[in-house]
């Protein structure tokens, strides 16, 4: 079978819907058979997401893009500094 990916605006709302018929007294089990996903991915992405709203999970997810491209620059440039003090340990 295969993976399904959610945008954060629908794990948001199946978050909603599953805090919807938690209150009715369903347990997590029922929850996440109606909403189509397992009980690991519903605890994770209750972790992720839980008490969110969509605005904050886009802006959530932009600055975790955003922090792994910072960090793969500082990768490429920390070898490049590395490089350079071999080379320069050579001319001395």
């Known amino acids: 079978m295969g993976q399904k990916r ?4 629908q794990i948001i709302g ?9 209150a009715e007294g369903a347990r997590v089990a029922e929850i996440v058979r109606e909403l189509g996903i397992t009980e690991q991915t519903y605890y994770r992405w209750r972790k992720e ?3 969110l709203k969509v605005s904050q999970a886009k802006r ?12 793969r620059a500082v990768a490429d440039l920390t070898l490049d500094k590395l490089i350079l003090e071999e080379a320069a340990k050579g001319n001395f």
């Open 6 to 9: 959610y945008t954060p605006e």
């Open 14 to 22: 199946k978050l909603r819907q599953a805090e919807v018929r938690s």
């Open 49 to 51: 997401y839980g008490g």
């Open 60 to 71: 959530l997810k932009e600055l975790e893009q955003e922090n792994a491209r910072l960090k």
